[in-house]
């Protein structure tokens, strides 16, 4: 069985693919993946000092990272420094640890053309979380099922009474 982390899956993508990604980092999250996505953990990341705790994430504390790839990925600051922490990593580690998604064929540097990819082209978020699904039980993950998920996450309410006055 594969380490335990703090996080099955860590999230790296450039803000203007925001749309999508959010879409899949709410189905894992509802799927009972623990995923490290940064509007899941604004509390926490709020007053600490970003540099070093996004390079420990990136480099130590997830199972995987999904690096979202495109031509906005490539050029930006914030993704150039997640990509540095989780190549450090996949260069320490003899395993997979970065899962390449692209929504175009830009070129990213230290990620070899020989390396497997998800197109995301014509792929809906759900379908693509359906691949991640698989890519965890693989692993040696588990994801539960939707209707043990319902069962433990139900959202039922309870009547609501008005109190009775004398």
Known sequence: MAEQREFDIALSFAGENREYVDQVANILRDSGVKVFYDLFEEANLWGKNLYDYLNDIYMNKAQYTIMFISKHYSNKLWPTLERQSMQARAFQESQDYILPARFDDTAIPGVLPTVGYISLLN????????????????????????????????????????????
Not at 132 to 141: P, W, Y
Not at 147 to 154: G, Q
């Open 123 to 166: 792929r809906s978020p759900e379908k693509f979380v359906e691949i991640i699904h698989k890519k965890l039980i693989i692993s040696g993950r588990t994801v539960p099922s939707e209707a043990i998920r319902k069962a433990l996450f139900s959202t039922l309410t309870i009547p609501r009474v008005d109190p009775k006055t004398p």
